[in-house]
């Protein structure tokens, strides 16, 4: 029986290379979302060969031959090897439990493009299959490549486990660090991150340090480098500067073979850490973005925009303009903080930019005004103050609104931002309402 699961599991995915993305600082982790791996082909009678496929390698060739599948059938698929399996969980081996938990996985990202995938896995399955896990842990001696596609199906699948099954996770994986390998590292902290799941400090310092002697041993793939940059920032952790120095070296030696998002992942993550960078490799990020700038997708040209800002890099007059013209014409992929992040950059340049990039601005703001959040209406304040520039009424009364549904969110720093915005631009008719409420509702005192 279970040779009979593990080869539906395995068949159901079937053929040659494989892919996952890392999350964007733009999206919401899932991806989120998220670099690419590649596997070895899965084949039903070699249930190792499938749990040894690159973590969280998802088949590119199968997952369009499941997507050209009605969902109906998708979905009873998915239900009965979770039927099938369910018995079977609590004596499967490591190597199982992996192509169990991937094929849920893989079932449910094999939807067409913009679907809603309508395959879920049910509650008692999982509890049974974290059950089985965590006894695992003890006594089925799981593989670091087992533990990092484990913890990486889990973070696609939005399933947090609790504190013991976690504790148990870190304390498994520790043992196996010295085995494993870059991309099982690189997974191991973008699923842990993805999770909102910060590891234990002696955890977190051994992962580094291996993944440095990986770094030694061989340059990691770019997939790698965006993965740890960006699970780091996320975990708010910064490593140490030889590292750090490491870390940038073999980010400028591998800048070709980045793709947008990666390296866009990987400035990001520098700037979040407030790290010193090195100006060789802003300058080489910069020459990347104005050679591929077509293939940049518009968030992605406005975190990578905004990272440069923040490390001193600011960008060429030249590519600044070439950047935001790429942006406004996929205007409404922008996202509110992609957004806030464009005129963050403009209003932090050490030139005054061209008016008509302001107004731009002002106007692709104004039409989704009502989806910023208070930090990112905070961001659109600072910004505009330091350009000494005042909108026209109509967006202040769109700002005002907006501010007013987010006034219960304003910290004191954001609360601060928007009086510096009112009295420099001076708005005091359209926001003496919004700085009232902010004021009853923070007992902090502020002086504008």
Partial sequence: QQQQIAAAGAGSITSS????????PLQTNSSSSSSSSRGRSCSPMRSQAVATAGIG?????????????PVDVLSQLAELLQAASLPLLPSAAAAELSILLWSQVSMSDGQTAGQTSSV??????????LAASKRSFSFGSPSSRDLAQWLWCLAKRGVRPNGQWLASFQVASFRQMA????QDLSNMLWALATLGTPPDPAWLQQHLREF???????????????NVGWALAKLSHRPDRDWLAKYQEDVLSA??????????????????LNCKAE?????QCQAYMAARLPSFKANEVAVGLWALARLRGQPELRLMGAALQHCFSQARQLTPKGLSMLMWSVGNMTTPPPKAWVVKLLVATQ????????????????????????????WLDSFAAAAAGQMANFGAQAGCSLGVICLQTQLRHSCDAVLECFVSRNSCRCSF
């Fill in 367 to 394: 039409v989704r005004m009502q989806g910023f959040s208070a930090q990112e209406l905070s961001t659109l304040a600072v910004s505009l103050a330091r350009l000494e520039y005042r909108p026209p009424q109509a």
């Fill in 179 to 182: 085995s494993a390998s870059s």
């Fill in 255 to 272: 800048l070709p073979k980045f793709r947008p998002q990666e390296i866009s992942n990987v400035l990001w993550a520098l700037a979040v």
């Fill in 17 to 24: 290379s494989c892919s996952s993305r890392s999350s964007s």
């Fill in 212 to 226: 440095g002697r990986r770094q030694a041993q061989r340059s990691p793939l770019p997939q790698h480098l965006s």
């Fill in 57 to 69: 390698s998802l088949n590119a060739g199968g997952s369009a031959a499941v997507s050209a599948q």
């Fill in 120 to 129: 879920t896995t049910p509650r008692p399955w999982m509890e049974a299959w």
């Fill in 279 to 283: 100006q060789a490799l802003l300058k």
